[in-house]
């Protein structure tokens, strides 16, 4: 195998650009001083001596002082199998923690998009699914649900009750959109006049789905643990300053 095989293959085994150049060097020169290595490997000194540091600290090469300057030298190719071990135990011995947080990662955020009305569908499905015998607790749609999904509102309203999901739902006072809750629905309403509300939230099981009613509707789910708790918390602060009549 040449030089540069061996430098590739030193490179996948985790050593650097220019170390693993240098380690090769002094392998095959010997103990060395730095401005000879820097010349063999064509590299200025300063970086070479960097790279130098690295291989030291790796326990790949080694010095010795002669006349006040030092020497390099390459240590046994068996170290690299050491090195080798020794980062495979590293790793092993934080695996258990790494995972942790990859878990947590999973769990902290997980944002999926829909678009168009079939992409509302399969939101609306999922909230009939997850939130089973569960709570879904909804602020103001202003009736855009009926307007935009007129033939699928009635199944998905038959679905919450045969689900026996609970929904809280907050509205304002002032909507004219006609409602068909369903059984399960309670309604509260807050004061106050607005423009037209353009977007509904949903907060159910661990999940948030925001809907944006707009002439091509979209919708985004955000998943965790995090994220719902706070939306959750900011739901029960409306739900409390709603009035249960208009």
Same mark, same amino acid.
């Given at each position: 195998?040449?030089?540069?095989? =061996?430098?590739?293959?030193?490179?996948?085994?985790?050593?650097? *650009? %220019?170390?693993?150049?240098?380690? =090769?060097? =002094?392998?095959?020169?010997?103990?060395?001083?730095?401005?000879?290595? !820097?010349?063999?490997? %064509? #590299?200025?000194?300063?970086?070479?001596?960097?790279?130098?540091? !690295?291989?030291?600290?790796?326990?790949?090469?080694? +010095?010795?002082?002669?006349? @006040?300057?030092?020497? &390099?030298?390459? /240590?046994?190719?068996?170290?690299?199998?050491? &090195?080798?071990?020794?980062?495979?135990?590293?790793? *092993? @011995?934080?695996?258990?923690?790494?995972?942790?947080? +990859?878990?947590?990662?999973?769990? !902290?955020?997980?944002?999926?998009?829909?678009?168009?009305?079939?992409?509302?569908?399969?939101? &609306?499905?999922?909230?009939?699914?997850? !939130?089973?015998?569960?709570? @879904?607790?909804?602020?103001?749609?202003?009736?855009?649900?009926?307007?935009?999904?007129? +033939?699928?509102?009635? *199944?998905?309203?038959?679905?919450?009750?045969? /689900?026996?999901?609970?929904?809280?739902?907050?509205?304002?006072? %002032?909507?004219?959109?006609?409602?068909?809750? $369903?059984?399960?629905? $309670?309604?509260?309403?807050?004061?106050?006049?607005?423009?037209?509300?353009?977007?509904?939230? %949903?907060?159910?099981? /661990?999940?948030?789905?925001?809907?944006?009613?707009?002439? #091509?509707?979209?919708?985004? #789910?955000?998943?965790?643990?995090?994220?719902?708790?706070?939306?959750?918390?900011?739901?029960?602060?409306?739900?409390?300053?709603?009035?249960?009549?208009?």
């Amino acid at each position: 195998m040449d030089f540069e095989k =061996l430098r590739e293959t030193l490179k996948q085994a985790g050593l650097g *650009h %220019n170390e693993s150049k240098i380690y =090769l060097i =002094l392998l095959r020169l010997g103990p060395s001083m730095a401005g000879k290595i !820097a010349k063999e490997a %064509n #590299i200025d000194r300063s970086t070479c001596y960097d790279s130098l540091q !690295a291989l030291l600290k790796k326990g790949l090469i080694s +010095y010795a002082i002669e006349a @006040n300057r030092k020497k &390099f030298s390459a /240590n046994p190719p068996q170290r690299l199998s050491d &090195f080798m071990k020794e980062k495979q135990e590293i790793i *092993h @011995n934080i695996l258990p923690e790494l995972t942790r947080f +990859y878990k947590e990662d999973k769990q !902290a955020s997980q944002v999926t998009m829909y678009k168009g009305v079939k992409g509302l569908k399969s939101v &609306f499905e999922d909230i009939l699914e997850s !939130a089973k015998g569960k709570e @879904n607790l909804v602020i103001d749609s202003s009736g855009q649900f009926m307007e935009k999904m007129p +033939y699928y509102a009635p *199944h998905y309203i038959l679905g919450l009750e045969k /689900n026996k999901i609970r929904v809280r739902q907050i509205v304002r006072f %002032n909507t004219d959109s006609e409602r068909h809750p $369903s059984k399960t629905t $309670s309604i509260r309403y807050l004061q106050g006049r607005l423009d037209r509300a353009d977007i509904t939230t %949903n907060i159910y099981a /661990n999940k948030i789905a925001l809907i944006l009613w707009s002439d #091509i509707p979209e919708a985004i #789910i955000i998943e965790g643990a995090i994220a719902s708790t706070a939306y959750r918390d900011y739901f029960e602060i409306l739900w409390k300053a709603a009035a249960s009549k208009r």
